[in-house]
């Protein structure tokens, strides 16, 4: 089972990209969340929504990326904004499950300054 993302792409600093995931055939999922790992750093929360609808983020996505979407129907959607070069990375979606997580391939996001 493989999570699909997609909505990746190259932009300027300070535009916006919204990135989707969907997590079809697995039942039951308690969160859906977005990690990123850029070249040579290590792979970080990003955001996560839980499925009674709150959400948390890391510090450097707060007031400029939100996420959204129903856990409940295996969708979970992030819209960033003001985007900086600092965010470019690979963003993966996830998606937890009691104890397991499920993982989609990857979508790239380049910021250029």
């Known amino acids: 089972v493989q999570l699909q993302a997609s909505g990746g792409g190259l932009v300027q600093a300070g535009g916006s990209l919204r990135l989707s995931c969907v997590a079809p055939?697995?039942?039951?999922?308690?969160?859906m969340g977005w990690y990123r790992q850029a070249p040579g750093k290590q792979r970080e929360l990003v955001a996560i929504r839980y499925r009674g609808g709150t959400s948390n983020y890391a510090e450097s996505a707060k007031g400029r990326f939100s996420i959204s979407g129903d856990v409940a129907q295996n969708t979970v959607y992030l819209q960033m904004n003001s985007l900086k070069p600092e965010d470019t990375a690979g963003y993966y979606c996830a998606a937890l499950q009691g104890l397991r997580n499920y993982w989609g391939q990857g979508t790239l996001v380049t910021v250029s300054s």
């Open positions: 055939g697995i039942f039951s999922l308690n969160a």
